[in-house]
């Protein structure tokens, strides 16, 4: 079957510190993977896309990147987190059938 | 670039009858899906129903339906018999492209009364 991990379900981070989120994909191989963050309130923006090893599309300019070193791990990352990078985060991969997202992360920034 | 409208920020119905949430579209693509995914308290997204932009027919899911009108780019979310389980946020959203890259709107909370 496939399915989706990522991890971990809840953080608490200082400002300035970095970060590192994972999400991996299993049952299918070369999916489009994505990072979605939700902030309070409001609806899901993306942020990277990738359609495969090494590819990887920034829809917003901002403090994180991601990275894709295998098929089906996708990574989030920061140097440095800002107050404003706090919210919940969802990693997902695609098919015609419809998006597949992940128990997400709560990212709180302190 | 495609943009997605839920212009209900929060609905309620009665437990048993039916609700529906607006969606609306634009697009340039003549080729698109369009989703309805929910999101309960635990924040896990949920596919709820999909509909292909070539197909004429509405989607159905158990009491779950859409109405979809592409001339309108409307993609409304019908539920029937509605349940308590089904007090969350619905989420409309777009998918075109070869990558499948999907726009959401911003939800509509719905809440069941019992």
């Known amino acids: 079957s496939q399915t989706i991990h990522q991890w971990p379900a809840t953080l608490v981070q200082p400002v300035g510190s970095p970060l590192s989120l994972e999400c991996t994909v299993e049952g299918t191989s070369n999916p489009n993977l994505y990072w979605y963050r939700q902030a309070a309130g409001r609806g899901l923006q993306l942020l990277f896309y990738s359609v495969g090893i090494g590819q990887i599309s920034s829809e917003v300019p901002q403090n994180l990147s991601a990275s894709r070193p295998q098929d089906r791990q996708f990574i989030l990352s920061s140097k440095k987190l800002l107050l404003s990078d706090s919210g919940f985060y969802l990693c997902?991969?695609?098919?015609?059938?419809?998006?597949?997202f992940g128990s997400g992360t709560r990212l709180t920034v302190v | 670039a495609q943009t997605v409208t839920q212009s209900q920020p929060e609905m309620s119905v009665q437990e048993a009858e039916t609700v529906t949430l607006s969606c609306t579209y634009d697009t340039s693509e003549s080729d698109y899906y369009l989703f309805w995914y929910k999101q309960p308290p635990s924040r896990q997204m949920i596919l709820v129903i999909r509909?292909?932009?070539?197909?004429?027919q509405n989607a159905t899911e158990n009491r779950f339906s859409v109405n979809f009108q592409k001339a309108a780019k409307s993609f409304s979310l019908k539920i029937s018999d509605s349940q308590l389980g089904d007090a969350a946020m619905y989420f409309c959203a777009f998918a075109a492209g070869g990558y499948q890259k999907v726009t959401f709107g911003i939800g509509t909370k719905l809440q069941v009364i019992p």
């Open positions: 509909q292909e932009a070539y197909k004429q």
């Open positions: 997902a991969w695609s098919t015609v059938y419809g998006y597949t």
